[in-house]
């Protein structure tokens, strides 16, 4: 489902780990309103309760007339890496995982490899990891066309500037949740980059106008 900002006519797509955060950062600045009513959550948290990430629904990105219609996307390699930053190592995610917490063969700290060397079963059990690691198309359907503008995520000035001249509200560009952490496809062992290259093979394909695939 798409985030529909009625009042200003914007409709965006929100994909995990592409910038989603530094955008609704944004809407809030838009809607103050929508956000406060989030009580005593911190920024972030009361952002993404505003503005929530939900899988596609073509008819939402199309009920708006006259909408301006957008979405953020990320190198597929360079989002799926920050899952591990991020939601692995920086939140600890995978111990709120009850499913994950009562077996005991995959660990709830593990190291890329055995992270990436098995993500379709970390994904089984943790709906947040699952989340994350769905393919791009989960949040903007595949047809690209349909948006007024695709943008990367090294351009996230472009969309403050696109968004202020479409509601007439001066925004600024946002960088919010940044990993500290960082992670290099190459820092993989050879047999778990072979199954990270499957497993992207679909994000590649439907982002080849916006990204070269280093896998080709």
Known sequence: ?????????????????????????????????????????????????????????????????DAFRFTVVRDPVKRLMSVYTDRVVGRNDLYNSRRLRRQSEL???????????????????????????????????VDLSLYDKVYRTNEMAQVA??????????????HANKSKAKLDFNDLKPETQDQVRAFLAEDYDLLSDYFDNPFA
């Not at 700290?109 to 393919?135: C, E, T, W």
């Open 1 to 65: 489902m798409v985030i529909s900002v009625e009042k200003f006519g914007v409709v965006y797509a929100a994909v995990p780990k592409a910038g989603c955060s530094s955008v609704k950062a944004m809407l809030a600045d838009l809607v103050p309103e929508a956000v406060s009513d989030q009580g005593g959550a911190d920024r972030e948290a009361a952002h993404h309760a505003a503005f929530q990430t939900r899988r596609w629904r073509g008819d939402k990105l199309l009920a708006l007339p």
């Open 107 to 141: 660990p709830l700290d593990p190291d890329p490899d055995m992270f990436f060397g098995n993500i379709q079963r970390y994904a089984s059990l943790s709906s947040v990891i699952k989340h994350h690691v769905f393919p791009t198309s989960m949040f903007t359907g």
């Open 161 to 174: 500037l696109d968004l202020s001249a479409h509601t007439g509200i001066s925004l600024s560009s946002k």
